[in-house]
């Protein structure tokens, strides 16, 4: 079935270090979110973009959907210790309309 | 606003046994879902609900799983009997109706089968 990918599962930086990563699928979604998990800690919604070219932003976090509506990606300026965990894109797929996880990647910072 | 409950935080148990891993979604959420998360497969939906009915359980594993809710505010899922590679993190969800609702989970069973 459709899946959301999201790679590479694992991403290391330096604090203070900005940090990217992306969400891709090979069908056009009808919306994505991004949730943050803590390590020993559940997923927590962040946020939900909808329109094309979408940008949202949350203090150093920023959001935004691809215009064609296939991909996303998350950008943190300046990494904070407070940043490690592992963020996941979800998106509707199916014909039951279930929320699909990505793999997540998780970023750890070194202080 | 008390969040989703998830009962027990843990659970160590042999296998053979029956596990029932219990939830109480966000009052007037209509929607309940149950995943199970691990190191290997990640976040995987196992079932979800819709007004206390089953819309897809495409997910469950086997017939060894099973999962009930019998009104708004409890959900169970058991496993019996269970087997090791049924350890895993299980957490509980729930959100309004719709797919472009947010899921508020709740703090997952971590759940051992010895």
């Known amino acids: 079935g459709q899946q959301v990918m999201q790679i590479p599962q694992y991403q290391h930086v330096q604090e203070g270090e900005d940090f990217t990563t992306y969400c891709n699928s090979s069908?056009?979604?009808?919306?994505i979110q991004w949730y943050k998990q803590r390590p020993g800690g559940h997923p927590v919604f962040l946020i939900q973009?909808?329109?094309?070219?979408e940008v949202k932003k949350q203090k150093r976090l920023t959001f935004q959907f691809g215009e064609a509506k296939k991909n996303s990606s998350l950008h943190i300026t300046a990494t904070q210790t407070t940043d490690v965990g592992t963020y996941f894109c979800?998106?509707?797929?199916?014909?039951?309309?279930?929320?699909?996880f990505g793999k997540g990647i998780t970023l750890s910072v070194r202080p | 606003d008390a969040g989703v409950i998830q009962s027990p935080r843990h659970e160590v148990t042999e296998m053979g046994q029956e596990v029932t891993l219990r939830c109480k979604p966000i009052?007037?959420?209509?929607?309940l879902f149950w995943y199970r998360q691990t190191m290997m497969r990640g976040l995987e939906l196992l079932i979800y609900?819709?007004?206390?009915?089953?819309?897809?359980d495409s997910g469950m594993p086997e017939d060894r799983f099973s999962a009930k809710m019998p009104n708004a505010s409890f959900s169970t899922l058991k496993i019996q009997p269970s087997e090791p590679r049924d350890s895993a993190v299980y957490f509980c969800?729930?959100?309004?109706?719709?797919?472009?609702?947010?899921?508020?989970f709740g703090d997952g069973t971590r759940l051992s089968i010895l």
């Open positions: 969800a729930s959100s309004w109706t719709g797919s472009n609702q947010p899921q508020h």
């Open positions: 069908t056009t979604l009808s919306n």
């Open positions: 973009l909808v329109k094309s070219g």
């Open positions: 979800a998106a509707v797929t199916g014909a039951n309309s279930k929320l699909t």
């Open positions: 009052s007037g959420h209509n929607s």
């Open positions: 609900f819709n007004n206390n009915v089953p819309i897809d």
